[in-house]
């Protein structure tokens, strides 16, 4: 195992560049950022107290983050986090003399949390995960340590045979040419589900087994959603480890329900996004923009209610399957999207079991019905309405671009 020495010394390759990165964050004030060209600048000054001071940096940016709209956080506020972070990593090694086990789970915390409130530098935009590939050695779990519930891989699959006689079912190609799908679908906005187009996927067979998640990130800190849906008064988001998401949430039998819903988990950890491929329906775009890589990862019976999103999504599904039922914008007025303006794209209508007292148009609208199953892609047009159950342990990824 690599001594604390030389897990330092591979970290400091990064300081050059983060220290020309200092520029980048020139409108913070004068206190901190002293205080960062220091112990950048003077790293054998660092001691354990100094970690401290880096700290109440990084809650600070947190706390200014924090305030109003995250969309219009100013950007030296975040890359300051991500700077900090970096600084952090470096003492917490350098005052460290071992490498033990809460050494390493420290040292993941500290680089997620830059991850997940910091953002990109200019110098070097990968640098908290590139520190994660320098550390990830360090962590590697034995397969025999797991729990004999891990290690079970029984996904709990039952497809809920309801009665469907009032959805018209969508739409299933096998691997359709590019320009058949963009002349019948991209163009028309029409729902479709593409078969085969993913079974060059390594995902589709590793992520059958929950050991790799653990053994591959099982120290990584994610935000889980715990709750029934986002629409719920109960509903909250907390920081966990991977490890703990699966063994307390994916096989879980009592309290909330836990979803890794939305998460940007391929930007967090790379070495996820190598078992995966853009599909290549991915190129009919308008902007130069990168498509937005989402994971959807839970136990049975997580939801997403019925809501839309302005972008073109390829929803992938790699493991389990999940219920869909998707509307055209044409219905909205039939059910009965929120009034509030945070919820504005997610309506009131349940389409498994509809309160027709409550929502009495809802049967003027049309509802089209899948169940999405593994190596299976659903194209969902900008705006259409879609609601999503999980039958399974399922892990889904969803492709958004414009």
Not at 76 to 97: E, G
Not at 137 to 145: E, M, R, S, T, V
Not at 290 to 301: E, L, R, S
Not at 359 to 380: S, W
Request: with cysteine; net charge negative; hydrophobic share 35%.
């Amino acid at each position: 195992m690599a001594t604390t020495t030389e897990s330092f010394n591979k970290l400091m390759e990064f300081r050059e560049d983060v220290c020309s990165s200092l520029e980048e964050i020139e409108e913070l004030d004068i206190a901190c950022k002293s205080l960062l060209h220091r112990y950048l600048e003077d790293i054998d000054s660092v001691e354990s107290s100094c970690i401290i001071k880096i700290q109440s940096i990084i809650d600070y940016m947190y706390e200014k983050v924090n305030i109003g709209n995250w969309k219009e956080v100013r950007l030296f506020l975040r890359k300051t986090i991500t700077i900090a972070s970096y600084l952090k990593l470096l003492a917490h090694f350098k005052c460290s003399t071992e490498v033990t086990e809460s050494v390493v789970k420290e040292s993941f915390k500290i680089i997620d949390f830059g991850i997940m409130f910091g953002c990109p530098l200019d110098e070097e935009p990968r640098l908290l995960q590139n520190c994660a590939a320098l550390l990830s050695p360090l962590h590697a779990k034995p397969i025999g340590n797991l729990d004999e519930k891990i290690m079970n891989n029984n996904f709990d699959i039952s497809v809920i045979e309801n009665d469907k006689k009032n959805t018209v079912p969508i739409e299933v190609l096998d691997c359709p040419s590019m320009e058949h799908f963009y002349k019948n679908y991209i163009l028309k906005e029409v729902p479709v589900i593409l078969d085969n187009c993913i079974n060059h996927w390594p995902a589709l067979t590793k992520w059958k087994d929950q050991n790799y998640f653990i053994k591959l990130a099982g120290l990584r800190t994610v935000s889980i959603e715990l709750g029934r849906d986002y629409t719920d008064s109960d509903w909250t988001q907390k920081l966990m480890t991977i490890e703990e998401f699966v063994k307390n949430h994916i096989y879980q039998s009592n309290g909330p329900t836990g979803y890794m819903a939305q998460y940007q988990l391929f930007e967090q950890i790379p070495e996820l996004k190598d078992d995966i491929v853009e599909p290549e329906y991915c190129c009919f775009t308008e902007t130069n923009d990168p498509v937005d890589i989402m994971a959807w990862y839970g136990p049975k019976g997580t939801v997403s209610p019925l809501h839309h999103d302005p972008k073109r999504n390829l929803l992938a599904q790699v493991v389990g399957e999940k219920q869909l039922f998707l509307f055209s914008p044409k219905d909205s007025e039939y059910l009965y999207p929120h009034e509030h303006e945070l919820l504005n794209n997610t309506a009131r209508v349940d389409p498994r079991n509809p309160d027709m007292e409550k929502h009495p148009k809802y049967p003027e609208a049309k509802a089209f019905y899948c169940v999405l199953r593994p190596g299976q892609m659903l194209y969902i047009p900008p705006k259409w309405w879609h609601f999503v159950e999980s039958l399974s342990i399922s892990f889904s990824v969803s492709f958004w671009w414009e």
